[in-house]
């Protein structure tokens, strides 16, 4: 992997968490694939299906208009790569910021450039004026 595929693979990301379209979902990721949505989770949600599932489960959609991220590799050291990003919600509106995360992602991928396996961490950032913790 370069960090032009990798990036084209977050822009493929961002575009299927845009559209929950489940066949854009699918392809980002092989059929084993594991995916964490947290570094403790376990175990992880696991395999093709299961990740496009809990990605298009109505419950658990963003309210489109009211989200997006913007991601970047960071470093890529053969098929594993490290991203950083932000994650934004806003308001109905679409525009009112409602909270906002700085997110980091640990990707490992096949030789076809499907994802393998998926970490992410993130924390919310504070609201200006709001205080931070120790």
Not at 14 to 32: G, K, R
Not at 78 to 104: C, I, M, P, Q
């Amino acid at each position: 992997m370069h960090h032009s595929a990798v990036q084209a693979w977050l822009d493929a990301y961002i575009h299927a968490w845009q559209t929950y379209d489940p066949a854009e979902v699918a392809a980002l990721f092989a059929e084993d694939a594991t995916y964490a949505y947290h570094p403790y989770d376990e175990p992880p949600v696991r395999g093709r299906e299961a990740i496009v599932a809990s990605w298009v489960e109505p419950d658990q959609r963003d309210t489109p208009g009211t989200y997006s991220g913007q991601y970047e590799p960071i470093a890529v050291e053969g098929l594993v790569a490290v991203a950083r990003g932000t994650s934004r919600y806003f308001e109905a509106d679409g525009s009112t910021l409602k909270r906002e995360f700085d997110n980091l992602f640990v990707i490992r991928f096949d030789e076809l450039g499907r994802c393998r396996e998926f970490t992410e961490w993130y924390m919310e950032r504070p609201r200006k004026g709001e205080a931070r913790e120790a």
